[in-house]
């Protein structure tokens, strides 16, 4: 059984369009000034930067620009151009894989056995997990952050072990980052360069107290230093060898060869 409902167009419907001169535009349908009674529940009307009235379709891409053309194909061009410079610079994006040159030879090994985690200011040791800022590596690699586990740290290079390919290289120090570690609450010597912890490690070393603490744990000895020197030996006296005569352990016979050992070699 049919009835004589049907669903209320979304867009604008083709009957309701403009039709005529620019400057006199009729409704197809209605013969009436543009737009009609229709026609305005689909448009929302606006104004052009010259002045002239325009309508923007509500549920739709279209719009009509009510009188002669303000612009030309070149100004529509150039203005598009311009906005998709303005969105580029506003979301930057890595070049395609094509435009990075040539990678260098660069010496492969496996993944190193090291495993270690900073847990203070200049606690930079081989196994450390950092990612190699932008330009730290050659361009063949691409301008983009990479991760690389530090196998001898160092100033003003590091050795790196770069996890995408297994290959080694010598990074400038303060193009490394830490990684990983608390997600919450991260101190302020996380956001450090690995730089910043080697001179912070090497400062350390320096101004470190090196004094000997051994006389203080143990005050009861006294140091070679300071001992007196050592008492020449006594001559026994006629006593002694008197009283030592009667206890004195006879002597011990010579050994003599074996010459069975010696027949059977």
């Known amino acids: 059984m049919t009835t004589g409902w049907t669903m209320r167009p979304i867009r604008l419907p ?23 009674a229709t026609a305005g529940e689909y448009l929302r009307p606006s104004r052009c930067s010259c002045g002239s009235p325009s309508y923007w379709e509500k549920n739709g891409p279209r719009n009509w620009h009510v009188g002669p053309r ?8 150039r203005r598009q151009a311009a906005d998709l410079k303005a969105y580029r610079d506003a979301h930057p994006h890595y070049p395609p ?18 495993r270690h985690t900073p847990a203070g200011p200049g606690d930079i040791r081989p196994g450390t ?25 160092g100033l003003p290079k590091c050795e790196v072990w770069l996890i995408l390919d297994g290959t080694v290289h010598d990074v400038r120090a303060d193009h490394l980052i830490l990684t990983g570690g608390l997600r919450q609450a991260r101190p ?5 360069t690995a730089a910043q912890h080697l001179e912070h490690q090497q400062a350390g070393r320096q101004s470190g107290d090196r004094t000997a ?9 006294t140091p070679v230093s300071a001992a007196q020197p050592p008492e020449p030996p006594t001559t026994p006296s006629p006593c002694n060898e008197a009283a030592t005569a009667g206890t004195t ?16 070699l």
């Open 14 to 36: 083709d009957d309701h369009l403009p039709t005529g001169a620019e400057t006199e535009w009729k409704c197809r349908t209605c013969a009436t000034a543009w737009p009609c």
């Open 129 to 153: 997990w950092t990612w190699i800022k932008p330009g730290g590596l050659h361009p063949g690699w691409g301008d983009i952050h990479q991760l690389a586990m530090v196998t001898r740290p």
């Open 213 to 221: 603490v051994q006389p203080e744990l143990f005050p009861a000895l």
């Open 249 to 264: 352990a006879p002597p011990r016979p010579p050994s003599q060869p074996n010459n069975t050992l010696r027949g059977r």
């Open 97 to 114: 894989s094509h435009f990075y040159p040539p990678k260098p030879w660069r010496r492969r090994r496996q993944r190193p056995p090291y």
């Open 70 to 77: 303000c612009y030309t194909d070149t100004d529509v061009v």
């Open 188 to 192: 302020d010597w996380w956001r450090w």
